[in-house]
């Protein structure tokens, strides 16, 4: 197996530097429309709550492309309105009806897990306003409605490359995978992983995550006894500290793998159960293995000069996300046309974001690079990139 690492401290997730051309992705210098209203851009996410980190990174993001392209081509100013929602599925729900009848806002990014966005897509239709999820990966977002888009690649694709990388790379036959079954993003990755795993061969145990510290414990020693090596957990960071911490008390080290977001909401939250995680993989959109881009260079510039906070793949996602929205908008001829701007959105080809091409499919899909990390003390290594 030809494995590459590169090594990288968390501070600088986002900051490591060498550049390609991408001169085409270079705001354009534009002279300021004095008097004229600003472009209003809805954002959403959890603010306040136990995911106030994963918001604020987000946001950070988000406000960092906003300084490199402080207006629009047209000379108008790009004007970013917040709703918290905590990352409820009903405040979600509030907020973008807020957002878009109160506040007037010409499209709307979601920095929210996949159960906030899965349950906007009642009535993102009847709104009819752009929505761009920057954090969720659930397919079924962009079934039922033609108003939400993905940043991210979706579920399907990263079930099925974490499946495929413990087959083919890393030559494990026997696994288990732990399932929280009240969270359906957990859900939709571990049926996926199943059944790509189970489909070349492979052979799978399942267990579910419960609350119930002293069943879980007993569970894990049933699989510890079993000499299953590799522990598949597409959990939420809290649920996988749990878990992490009853494999350090039964001294079981399998390997693991996790799912997008992880990291970062581990390093932001659960700093001193870091040591937990040591080896632990995990599949995420960003990484250092792909040269920075000229934008990635920009971004990453503007950041290190406005923010202290380390940067994450959450805050990668909500500058990517801004920027192509602002991208869709200055192909709009008039730039509060939500159609036209949702149009321009699922016709995003080829955008040069921070480690290379993103583009979004008319069907609200993007597609875009994964990437297997993994976590050695309070550093991120890379371990592969997989188109």
């Keep these: 197996m030809k494995t590459i690492y590169i090594l990288l401290s968390a501070l600088f997730l986002l900051i490591t530097s060498v550049s390609c051309d991408d001169t085409a992705q270079t705001p354009k210098q534009v002279v300021p429309v004095k008097g004229a209203d600003p472009i209003k851009i809805g954002i959403i996410g959890p603010l306040s709550g136990p995911d106030k980190d994963w918001g604020e990174s987000g946001l950070s993001g988000i406000k960092t492309a906003t300084y490199l392209q402080p207006y629009l081509e047209n000379g108008r100013k790009i004007e970013l309105i917040s709703e918290d929602d905590q990352n409820d599925p009903i405040l979600a729900k509030k907020a973008l009806a807020k957002l878009v009848n109160e506040e007037h806002v010409s499209s709307v990014i979601v920095m929210s897990n996949s159960e906030s966005v899965l349950n906007l897509r009642n009535i993102a239709e009847n709104l009819k306003t752009p929505i761009l999820a920057i954090a969720a990966t659930h397919p079924d977002i962009t079934e039922d409605n033609s108003y939400i888009s993905q940043l991210l690649f979706d579920d399907n694709f990263q079930a ?27 859900l939709y990755l571990a049926k996926q992983f199943i059944n790509k795993f189970e489909s070349v061969g492979g052979v799978i145990a399942e267990i579910s995550f419960t609350s ?25 960071a809290d649920n996988a500290v749990a878990t992490a911490r009853l494999l350090d008390a039964i001294n079981w080290k399998p390997i693991i793998l996790g799912s997008d977001m992880l990291q970062a909401t581990i390093l932001l939250q659960h700093q001193e159960s870091l040591d937990l995680f040591d080896g632990m993989l995990a599949t995420d959109p960003y990484t250092t293995l792909s040269p920075q881009t000229n934008y990635g260079k920009s971004v990453a510039k503007l950041y290190r000069k406005s923010f202290e906070s380390p940067g994450t793949v959450l805050a990668a996602a909500g500058c990517e996300g801004a920027s192509i929205m602002f991208s869709a908008i200055n192909r709009c001829q008039n730039s509060e046309d939500k159609s036209c701007i949702n149009s321009m959105l699922r016709t995003t080809h080829d955008f040069l974001g921070i ?8 069907n609200g899909k993007s597609e875009r690079a994964i990437f297997i990390n993994t976590i050695n ?11």
Excluded: C, T, W
């Design 160 to 186: 099925s490359v974490a499946a495929s990388f413990v087959i083919d790379e890393l030559l494990v036959e026997h696994a288990a995978v732990m399932i929280d079954k009240e969270n359906p993003h957990s």
């Design 212 to 236: 119930d510290s002293a069943l879980l414990q007993k569970n894990l020693e049933s699989l510890k006894n079993k000499n299953i090596s590799l522990l598949y957990l597409p959990l939420d």
């Design 355 to 362: 480690f290379g091409k993103i583009s979004i499919k008319e």
């Design 377 to 387: 003390g309070r550093h991120l290594q890379v371990v592969v990139k997989v188109y």
